[in-house]
């Protein structure tokens, strides 16, 4: 994951757990992006339709186990980067991913997969000229998450981990689960030196500091265009 891209366009990515605000902050970048007169592509995670209908199918069965798992996600990530993100960048355009290839890292390290083994199977993507953290304390995120149902049911089975067999009720597999993903998330952004913002700053201040972060894309384009 460590690849510079050769294209015209510029990559983003935005990470973070389920209920941090990925695809709030991917589309009011869009639009700010759009407002400049510059082509953008959002492309989120799980998006290929064979692929999808899938996961879904295997989803309502509870009968993904952790390598069928990590492997479903893997083909959809390829084919949206062959075929969604590689084109949108080869035609100059902003590419904003929402959940790249760290996700499907995270997922899968998560679930046993071996660290070196699953990244050498994403040795080929690109490296983002910006990785956005949507970083999230987890009682905040747990408080985010029940507001939006008193019902267990609302928690899904994968994104509880109960899969996993990490506890008996969902709310409690949920709980260890996330506990780790989040661990996992933050690992990766020291690692791979992501800009982290706090996911529980007001919507627009989040927003602003997104863009003073990719402030300096817009320009570098503004250059390379004005040098041809």
Known sequence: ???????????????????????????????????????????????????????????????????TFCFLYAADFVDRFEHVIIPALAAGKVVIAEQYVYTVFARAVIRGIDREWIGRM????LSPVRTIYLDVRFEDLL???QWKSRDERYFDYYEA???????????DSFVIYQKRLIEIYRQMAH??????????????????????SIAQI???????????
Request: charged content about 30%; overall charge positive; proline content about 3%.
């Open 122 to 125: 994403f040795d080929f993507a």
């Open 143 to 145: 408080n985010r998450i």
């Open 161 to 171: 981990g109960m899969d996993l067999n990490l506890a008996n009720r969902k709310k």
């Open 218 to 228: 817009l320009k570098n384009r503004a250059r390379r265009k004005g040098g041809k």
């Open 1 to 67: 994951m460590e690849k510079t891209s050769q294209y015209p366009g510029s990559l983003i990515a935005i990470e973070g757990t389920d209920g941090s605000g990925k695809s709030t902050q991917a589309e009011l970048l869009k639009l700010y992006f759009e407002s400049r007169g510059q082509g953008v592509v959002v492309s989120p995670c799980n998006t290929a339709e064979l692929i999808q209908g899938a996961i879904s199918k295997l989803k309502e069965r509870n009968t993904l186990d952790p390598v």
């Open 191 to 212: 690692e791979h030196q992501f800009e982290i913002v706090d996911a529980m700053k007001p919507i627009q201040i989040q927003q602003q500091e997104l863009r003073r």
